[in-house]
Protein backbone atom coordinates (compact mmCIF):
# COMPACT_ATOMS: atom_id res chain seq x y z
CA UNK A 1 0.00 0.00 0.00
CA UNK A 2 1.32 3.72 -0.77
CA UNK A 3 0.86 5.78 2.30
CA UNK A 4 -1.37 8.69 2.27
CA UNK A 5 -0.77 12.12 3.70
CA UNK A 6 -3.15 12.97 6.69
CA UNK A 7 -4.11 16.48 5.22
CA UNK A 8 -1.42 19.48 6.36
CA UNK A 9 -0.20 16.94 9.07
CA UNK A 10 3.14 15.81 8.04
CA UNK A 11 1.99 12.40 9.09
CA UNK A 12 1.61 9.38 6.46
CA UNK A 13 -0.81 6.36 7.11
CA UNK A 14 -1.79 3.52 4.98
CA UNK A 15 -5.39 3.52 3.30
CA UNK A 16 -6.29 0.44 4.87
CA UNK A 17 -5.81 1.30 8.89
CA UNK A 18 -6.41 -0.85 11.47
CA UNK A 19 -9.39 -0.48 13.93
CA UNK A 20 -7.91 -2.22 17.75
CA UNK A 21 -12.01 -2.22 19.15
CA UNK A 22 -12.02 -5.69 19.13
CA UNK A 23 -8.19 -6.44 20.54
CA UNK A 24 -9.41 -5.34 24.15
CA UNK A 25 -13.17 -5.14 24.99
CA UNK A 26 -15.85 -7.66 23.78
CA UNK A 27 -18.09 -6.48 26.27
CA UNK A 28 -21.37 -3.67 25.60
CA UNK A 29 -20.39 -3.73 21.78
CA UNK A 30 -22.77 -3.25 18.71
CA UNK A 31 -21.55 -6.72 16.98
CA UNK A 32 -23.88 -9.30 15.75
CA UNK A 33 -21.87 -12.29 17.29
CA UNK A 34 -20.30 -12.58 19.90
CA UNK A 35 -16.32 -13.42 20.00
CA UNK A 36 -13.51 -14.09 22.51
CA UNK A 37 -10.67 -12.18 22.74
CA UNK A 38 -7.57 -12.74 21.52
CA UNK A 39 -4.67 -14.38 24.06
CA UNK A 40 -1.51 -12.27 23.82
CA UNK A 41 0.08 -14.68 21.44
CA UNK A 42 -2.36 -14.30 18.77
CA UNK A 43 -1.99 -10.52 19.05
CA UNK A 44 1.49 -10.44 18.60
CA UNK A 45 0.91 -12.70 15.42
CA UNK A 46 -1.86 -10.43 14.06
CA UNK A 47 -0.05 -7.23 14.12
CA UNK A 48 3.27 -8.84 13.13
CA UNK A 49 1.49 -9.74 10.00
CA UNK A 50 -0.25 -6.87 9.36
CA UNK A 51 3.37 -4.59 9.75
CA UNK A 52 4.20 -6.91 7.29
CA UNK A 53 1.25 -6.63 5.09
CA UNK A 54 1.63 -2.80 5.09
CA UNK A 55 -0.84 -1.14 7.44
CA UNK A 56 1.05 1.81 9.09
CA UNK A 57 -2.32 2.93 10.63
CA UNK A 58 -3.45 2.22 13.81
CA UNK A 59 -6.88 3.10 15.55
CA UNK A 60 -7.75 2.62 19.40
CA UNK A 61 -9.25 4.28 22.80
CA UNK A 62 -9.26 4.31 26.53
CA UNK A 63 -12.91 2.86 25.82
CA UNK A 64 -11.27 0.27 23.75
CA UNK A 65 -10.71 -2.22 27.13
CA UNK A 66 -7.51 -3.26 27.15
CA UNK A 67 -6.42 -2.69 23.26
CA UNK A 68 -4.61 0.45 24.28
CA UNK A 69 -2.35 -1.58 26.28
CA UNK A 70 -1.26 -4.51 23.89
CA UNK A 71 -0.66 -2.24 20.96
CA UNK A 72 1.84 -0.87 23.06
CA UNK A 73 3.63 -4.25 24.00
CA UNK A 74 3.97 -5.54 20.49
CA UNK A 75 3.74 -2.42 17.60
CA UNK A 76 7.62 -1.58 16.69
CA UNK A 77 8.01 2.21 17.52
CA UNK A 78 9.03 3.25 14.45
CA UNK A 79 8.60 6.27 12.66
CA UNK A 80 6.77 5.22 9.66
CA UNK A 81 4.13 3.94 12.40
CA UNK A 82 1.12 6.08 13.15
CA UNK A 83 -1.47 5.33 16.67
CA UNK A 84 -4.41 7.28 17.01
CA UNK A 85 -6.39 7.08 20.03
CA UNK A 86 -9.46 9.04 21.72
CA UNK A 87 -9.96 11.14 25.28
CA UNK A 88 -13.29 11.11 26.53
CA UNK A 89 -14.59 7.89 26.90
CA UNK A 90 -13.64 4.91 28.95
CA UNK A 91 -14.61 1.84 29.55
CA UNK A 92 -14.25 0.00 32.78
CA UNK A 93 -16.09 -2.64 34.86
CA UNK A 94 -18.38 -3.96 32.15
CA UNK A 95 -19.68 0.19 31.43
CA UNK A 96 -18.49 3.10 29.53
CA UNK A 97 -18.39 6.98 31.23
CA UNK A 98 -17.60 10.00 30.06
CA UNK A 99 -15.24 12.98 31.01
CA UNK A 100 -14.52 16.09 28.77
CA UNK A 101 -13.11 17.96 31.61
CA UNK A 102 -9.34 20.00 31.14
CA UNK A 103 -8.06 17.63 34.07
CA UNK A 104 -9.24 13.99 33.02
CA UNK A 105 -8.36 15.22 29.21
CA UNK A 106 -4.59 15.50 30.59
CA UNK A 107 -5.02 12.29 32.72
CA UNK A 108 -6.23 10.30 29.83
CA UNK A 109 -3.18 11.22 27.28
CA UNK A 110 -0.81 11.01 30.22
CA UNK A 111 -2.15 7.31 30.47
CA UNK A 112 -2.27 7.18 26.78
CA UNK A 113 1.46 7.94 26.47
CA UNK A 114 1.94 5.41 29.14
CA UNK A 115 0.36 1.99 27.96
CA UNK A 116 0.78 3.11 24.58
CA UNK A 117 4.58 3.35 25.09
CA UNK A 118 4.53 6.48 22.66
CA UNK A 119 5.67 9.85 23.67
CA UNK A 120 4.19 11.98 22.24
CA UNK A 121 1.41 10.54 21.17
CA UNK A 122 0.49 10.59 17.24
CA UNK A 123 -3.05 11.52 16.91
CA UNK A 124 -5.65 11.88 19.86
CA UNK A 125 -9.05 12.28 18.52
CA UNK A 126 -12.05 13.27 21.06
CA UNK A 127 -14.19 10.29 21.23
CA UNK A 128 -17.80 12.31 20.91
CA UNK A 129 -20.87 11.05 22.73
CA UNK A 130 -24.20 11.94 21.06
CA UNK A 131 -24.31 15.33 21.71
CA UNK A 132 -21.15 15.62 19.59
CA UNK A 133 -21.74 19.13 18.20
CA UNK A 134 -21.83 20.87 22.26
CA UNK A 135 -18.36 18.80 22.34
CA UNK A 136 -16.83 19.95 18.71
CA UNK A 137 -17.63 23.64 20.64
CA UNK A 138 -16.19 22.70 24.28
CA UNK A 139 -13.91 25.36 24.97
CA UNK A 140 -12.22 23.37 28.07
CA UNK A 141 -11.96 20.19 26.09
CA UNK A 142 -10.45 21.56 22.15
CA UNK A 143 -8.03 24.61 24.76
CA UNK A 144 -7.17 21.16 26.95
CA UNK A 145 -6.46 19.26 23.62
CA UNK A 146 -4.69 22.49 22.11
CA UNK A 147 -2.34 22.80 25.25
CA UNK A 148 -1.36 19.20 25.43
CA UNK A 149 -0.39 19.36 21.68
CA UNK A 150 1.44 22.98 22.57
CA UNK A 151 3.57 21.02 25.15
CA UNK A 152 4.53 18.03 23.39
CA UNK A 153 1.99 15.46 24.83
CA UNK A 154 0.33 15.39 21.43
CA UNK A 155 1.70 16.17 17.97
CA UNK A 156 -1.72 16.49 16.24
CA UNK A 157 -5.52 16.60 17.90
CA UNK A 158 -8.85 15.61 16.07
CA UNK A 159 -12.74 15.11 16.63
CA UNK A 160 -14.50 11.42 16.15
CA UNK A 161 -18.10 12.30 15.89
CA UNK A 162 -21.56 11.36 14.60
CA UNK A 163 -23.04 14.55 12.83
CA UNK A 164 -22.15 16.44 10.27
CA UNK A 165 -22.53 19.45 12.24
CA UNK A 166 -20.37 18.83 14.83
CA UNK A 167 -17.65 17.74 12.45
CA UNK A 168 -17.96 21.14 10.31
CA UNK A 169 -17.72 22.88 14.05
CA UNK A 170 -14.58 21.15 14.50
CA UNK A 171 -13.23 22.22 11.02
CA UNK A 172 -12.33 25.45 13.15
CA UNK A 173 -9.74 23.55 15.07
CA UNK A 174 -8.69 20.18 14.65
CA UNK A 175 -6.01 18.75 12.50
CA UNK A 176 -7.57 15.53 11.43
CA UNK A 177 -11.62 14.70 11.66
CA UNK A 178 -12.92 10.72 12.23
CA UNK A 179 -16.27 10.34 10.80
CA UNK A 180 -18.57 7.32 9.25
CA UNK A 181 -18.68 7.39 5.45
CA UNK A 182 -19.66 4.33 3.14
CA UNK A 183 -21.89 3.66 -0.01
CA UNK A 184 -25.15 3.74 1.81
CA UNK A 185 -24.29 6.78 4.30
CA UNK A 186 -22.80 9.78 2.10
CA UNK A 187 -23.86 12.54 4.48
CA UNK A 188 -20.56 13.97 5.19
CA UNK A 189 -19.44 14.06 2.11
CA UNK A 190 -19.59 17.71 2.09
CA UNK A 191 -17.59 17.74 4.91
CA UNK A 192 -14.78 15.42 3.57
CA UNK A 193 -14.71 18.17 0.57
CA UNK A 194 -14.31 21.12 3.21
CA UNK A 195 -11.60 19.68 5.27
CA UNK A 196 -9.74 18.98 2.12
CA UNK A 197 -10.07 22.41 0.85
CA UNK A 198 -8.80 23.69 4.12
CA UNK A 199 -6.02 20.76 4.54
CA UNK A 200 -7.56 19.23 7.65
CA UNK A 201 -6.91 15.33 7.43
CA UNK A 202 -9.77 12.85 7.09
CA UNK A 203 -9.81 9.00 8.88
CA UNK A 204 -13.16 7.19 8.13
CA UNK A 205 -14.71 4.61 10.59
CA UNK A 206 -17.09 2.17 9.61
CA UNK A 207 -16.31 2.16 5.91
CA UNK A 208 -17.83 -1.14 5.74
CA UNK A 209 -20.76 -0.50 7.25
CA UNK A 210 -20.58 -2.30 10.22
CA UNK A 211 -19.92 -5.38 8.19
CA UNK A 212 -23.30 -4.94 6.04
CA UNK A 213 -21.20 -3.80 2.73
CA UNK A 214 -18.67 -5.76 0.54
CA UNK A 215 -15.16 -4.80 0.53
CA UNK A 216 -14.23 -5.22 -2.67
CA UNK A 217 -16.89 -2.25 -4.02
CA UNK A 218 -17.06 -0.12 -0.61
CA UNK A 219 -13.23 0.36 0.27
CA UNK A 220 -12.28 1.30 -3.47
CA UNK A 221 -15.94 3.68 -3.51
CA UNK A 222 -14.34 5.33 0.12
CA UNK A 223 -10.82 5.85 -0.91
CA UNK A 224 -11.79 7.13 -3.62
CA UNK A 225 -12.44 10.40 -2.30
CA UNK A 226 -10.66 13.36 -2.22
CA UNK A 227 -9.11 14.01 0.98
CA UNK A 228 -9.69 10.98 2.32
CA UNK A 229 -6.62 8.97 3.53
CA UNK A 230 -7.25 6.22 5.08
CA UNK A 231 -10.22 3.55 6.44
CA UNK A 232 -9.76 2.04 9.94
CA UNK A 233 -11.08 -1.88 9.59
CA UNK A 234 -11.40 -4.10 12.63
CA UNK A 235 -11.11 -7.83 12.09
CA UNK A 236 -8.79 -10.36 14.07
CA UNK A 237 -8.24 -12.78 11.36
CA UNK A 238 -5.37 -11.42 9.26
CA UNK A 239 -6.78 -13.06 5.99
CA UNK A 240 -9.57 -10.70 6.38
CA UNK A 241 -7.80 -7.77 6.88
CA UNK A 242 -5.36 -8.75 3.95
CA UNK A 243 -8.66 -9.54 1.51
CA UNK A 244 -9.35 -6.01 2.87
CA UNK A 245 -5.97 -4.39 1.69
CA UNK A 246 -6.50 -6.04 -1.66
CA UNK A 247 -9.42 -4.70 -2.22
CA UNK A 248 -8.65 -1.57 -1.69
CA UNK A 249 -5.74 -1.81 -4.50
Known amino acids: ????????????????GYGAFKLGR???????????????AAVARLLAGLVDAG???????????????????VLPRSSGIVVST???????????SHDFSAPMVRASLERSVRLLRRDPLDLVFVHAHADDL???????????????????????VGFSGKTVAAARSALAWADALMLEYH????SHAQVVAEACERG???????????????????????????????VAVGSLSLE??????????
Open 86 to 96: KVGERFEDGRS
Open 134 to 156: TLSRDTEMVDALVEAKRAGLVRF
Open 55 to 73: VTYYDTAPAYGTSEERLGL
Open 200 to 230: VGVVVKKGLASGRLDAATALPFVLSQPGVTS
Open 240 to 249: RMKANIAAAR
Open 1 to 16: MVPRALGRTGLSLSPI
Open 26 to 40: NQGTRYASPYALPDD
Open 183 to 186: LDDR
